[in-house]
Nanobody, 128 residues
Framework: QVQVVESGGGSVQAGGSLRLSCAAS????????MGWFRQAPGKERDFVAA??????????YYADSVNGRFTISRDNVKNTVYLQMNSLKPEDMAVYYC???????????????????WGQGTQVTVAS
């Protein structure tokens, strides 16, 4: 059974940093795309970042709003994806969701419908 579990959310002051983790279990997902999305109250779920691996190189994708501040990475041995969030802003406050695609290999997408499994979400609060 495939499971995706996020951890690492919390509360920080604006300008601070947090690192989110996402562990996938059930089988090996080293070549599967994984992504992060977020949803603020009253808003739609938005793409944050995604990562793919072709066996040699990783490729990262970012929303414009986080590019340069957030970094996505993956540890294929641990089946885990990380989201390092620096220079956090109040507008980054949201529930962050990790997602796993069973079909996207060697590529990734900002389209939430391309992902098959989702975590329960972890809250990120940024105080101004």
């Amino acid at each position: 059974q495939v499971q995706v579990v996020e951890s690492g959310g919390g509360s920080v002051q604006a300008g601070g940093s947090l690192r989110l983790s996402c562990a996938a279990s059930g089988r090996t997902f080293s070549s599967n795309a994984m992504g992060w999305f977020r949803q603020a109250p009253g808003k739609e779920r938005d793409f944050v970042a995604a990562i793919s691996w072709n066996g040699v190189y990783t490729r990262s994708y970012y929303a414009d709003s986080v590019n340069g501040r957030f970094t996505i990475s993956r540890d294929n041995v641990k089946n885990t994806v990380y989201l390092q969030m620096n220079s956090l802003k109040p507008e980054d406050m949201a529930v962050y969701y990790c997602a796993l695609s069973l079909t996207m290999k060697n590529s990734a997408s900002a389209d939430a419908s391309e992902y098959d499994y989702w975590g329960q979400g972890t809250q990120v609060t940024v105080a101004s």
